[in-house]
């Protein structure tokens, strides 16, 4: 399991690196803004530019045309409130106080990465999870082709494996609970306190224990040579 020294050392050199945490203000700032078409495409042009998704060129599956970045958003937005409805099932419950055990609590977990995967051309799962992290940060987990294996090392028997799919991500949600909970709430606070004051101050910004896990696994996935 991580210590708070290797979480810290993590922390540390993720908001070192300045383009990382101005872009997650940027996109923050972009995801608070007042919703309507134009401002909700530029919120998806964003996501698909800094973590190059892809969304307007890879080749769509089983032959279908390919959507522009227009279609794609409005697909997304139109889907939201159907998200919306079926997210009101969790309350106001974090990732972190979740039960995933549940298997109803997994199904809408699952329904609602599915119907923005569905969204995307290409099928971007890591877009969809992104997309969902930052409109609920503190519930969805980013996924990308690091992060799970780095969860795949410290938990060999959650199965994970590096395929992007629904029952995949609820095994990263878990491993996310497991890291989090082996922290003291001392300690918790103190990383979400270590990640604001190490940001450079132009780009501070609070983040949630999600964002910060996210950071701390990514970070250790990068120094170990994984690529993404």
């Known amino acids: 399991m991580l210590t708070i020294c290797q979480a810290q050392q993590a922390i540390e050199f993720f908001n070192k690196k300045t383009q990382y945490p101005a872009a997650d203000a940027v996109i923050a700032v972009a995801f608070s803004a007042k919703m309507n078409q134009l401002s909700h495409l530029m919120r ?7 973590f190059v998704t892809n969304l307007a060129k890879s080749k769509p599956p089983r032959g279908r045309l390919r959507k522009s970045l227009v279609e794609i958003s409005e697909s997304i937005r139109t889907s939201l409130q159907g998200i919306e409805y079926r997210l009101q099932s969790l309350g106001s419950q974090n990732l972190m106080t979740l039960n995933l055990q549940y298997e109803q609590i997994q199904s809408t977990i699952r329904s609602v990465i599915e119907t923005v995967v569905a969204c995307c051309n290409n099928r971007s799962f890591s877009f969809a999870a992104k997309y969902l992290h930052f409109v609920r940060p503190a519930l969805f987990a980013p996924w990308d082709s690091i992060v799970p294996k780095v969860v795949k090392c410290i938990f060999p028997e959650l199965t994970l494996s590096f395929r992007g799919t629904a029952n995949n991500y609820i095994r990263l949600l878990v491993a996310h609970q497991r890291i989090w909970s082996g922290f003291t709430e001392e300690k918790q606070t103190a990383l979400l306190k270590y990640d604001f004051e190490t940001q450079p101050e132009k780009w501070r910004r609070h983040n949630t224990p999600v964002r910060v896990m996210d950071k ?5 996935g990068k120094s170990k040579g994984e690529s993404g």
């Not at 998806?44 to 800094?50: G, K, M």
């Not at 701390?216 to 250790?220: D, G, N």
């Open 44 to 50: 998806i042009a964003l996501l698909d530019a800094l």
């Open 216 to 220: 701390i696994l990514w970070t250790i």
